[in-house]
């Protein structure tokens, strides 16, 4: 019973381009977050080694808009392509969804930590240099 209402929610399109636009909503967060997170050019602080070069290459802003938008429109065309599997795709954006939040959480804290720690440098930085 619980099963059989699981997979029809999970099979309902209008949930899965619900789940696309907190989808593409995640991934603006995560870009924002992302480049909080490495501002001006600590690009050492990104996990993953892929996005950590093109970010080099490119420089960020720019680097992670085009990187996010790499990631995304073949996305997109998968998705328009195989919306009558939508039981699959809701799944897959379910679990895509779940971790970008975290994620996402994790690139702030992680921002308020170095804003934090820039702040105390800076503030004992004019105390020693008035």
Not at 37 to 50: A, F, T
Request: proline share 4%.
């Amino acid at each position: 019973m619980l099963l059989t209402e699981l997979l029809t929610l999970l099979s309902n399109k209008t949930r899965m381009f619900v789940q696309c636009g907190v989808f593409l909503i995640l991934n603006v967060l995560d870009a924002h977050s992302t480049w909080l997170v490495l501002k001006p050019n600590h690009y050492h602080r990104e996990r993953n080694p892929i996005a950590r070069w093109v970010f080099r290459k490119l420089r960020i802003p720019k680097a992670i808009v085009i990187f996010k938008s790499l990631i995304l429109i073949p996305l997109g065309i998968f998705i328009a392509y195989w919306r009558k599997e939508a039981l699959t795709i809701n799944i897959a954006l379910l679990i895509g969804n779940l971790l970008f939040i975290y994620v996402i959480i994790h690139n702030y804290r992680v921002s308020r930590h170095y804003k934090k720690q820039y702040e105390s440098f800076r503030s004992q930085f004019e105390a020693v240099n008035p």
